[in-house]
């Protein structure tokens, strides 16, 4: 079969499976079974013969991506900010719409000689991991519940060279975040809520973890704990995916001062920031 013939082929059956880009990502995996070629070059062979051993590692993946297995777990990497960063089961997916979310952060520290950070439920690392590639002087503590999300995290630590700067911490959210010994905490904590889980997309509500998607009282467990947790001054960054007016008021009542929010590209609310008072 020819680079073109199952190149037409898997991209009818994934859009038969619902997936919407069927055909960028049948060119992703194509490109992955030929050897990891550019996916530009496919364009230039398309009549070339793929061989069996390309075809069975093709049509493997197209299987796996027809179940709606997510396509960053199936490449095992994704893309976040400057990383490329390893992904699977283990944590949630680093969304394009969380690197706002670093942005904001770094805004707040840039101007710090050796700012103290804290990311709560880490996942991969990928905020963690952002933070101190960009921000060579930042001192960050990675922190989670999940021992399987750590091990990710641990994993990803080696591959981006950032090692000795970044600590992770296995820790449960409701035992509290320390006292005053940082100067900025960041989070993208759960926020769906349960009665929302069955109407989200199959590749987040089947594959990815529900401990890091579904709402538990988090975003308010982290805001109060972050008050004890952060210096005078310091800042809380959060994702908060459209539910921005209710923890700007949230963070308000536990004594934040200047908090906003800043909206993503689709112009949802995406993430909320606060800074501490130096007394409360």
């Not at 992904?87 to 050796?114: G, K, N, Q, Y």
């Not at 536990?254 to 007394?279: N, Q, S, W, Y």
């Amino acid at each position: 079969m020819t680079i073109g013939d199952a190149l037409a082929r898997a991209t009818a059956r994934l859009a038969e499976a619902g997936v919407e880009s069927a055909r960028l990502e049948s060119e992703l995996l194509l490109a992955r079974a030929c050897d990891d070629c550019a996916r530009a070059l496919l364009y230039a062979e398309l009549n070339r013969e793929m061989t069996d051993e390309q075809l069975e590692a093709f049509d493997a993946n197209i299987v796996r991506r027809e179940k709606r297995e997510p396509l960053a777990y199936i490449l095992g990497e994704w893309g976040f900010r400057r990383l490329t960063l390893k992904t699977d089961r283990r944590a949630l997916i680093p969304r394009p719409e969380t690197e706002i979310v670093v942005e904001r952060a770094l805004e707040h520290v840039r101007e710090i000689e050796e700012p103290e950070v804290l990311d709560v439920g880490t996942g991969t690392g990928a905020i963690a991991l952002a933070i101190a590639d960009e921000l060579p002087t930042a001192r960050v503590t990675a922190m989670d519940v999940s021992e399987d999300a750590l091990s990710l995290a641990r994993e990803n630590l080696e591959l981006t060279g950032v090692n000795g700067r970044v600590r992770l911490v296995e820790h449960d959210l409701t035992s509290g975040l320390g006292e005053a010994n940082f100067d900025l905490v960041v989070s993208n904590p759960p926020y769906v809520e349960p009665d929302e889980l069955p109407r989200l997309q199959p590749e987040v509500r089947d594959w990815e973890p529900h401990v890091a998607l579904v709402a538990s009282g988090a975003t308010e467990k982290l805001a109060q704990a972050a008050t004890e947790a952060l210096r005078p001054g310091g800042w809380l960054v959060l994702e908060v995916a459209g539910a921005g007016e209710r923890v700007e008021r949230l963070l308000s009542e536990v004594g934040f001062e200047d908090v906003r929010i800043t909206p993503d590209l689709a112009g949802r609310d995406r993430v909320a920031e606060g800074r501490i008072r130096a007394t409360i």
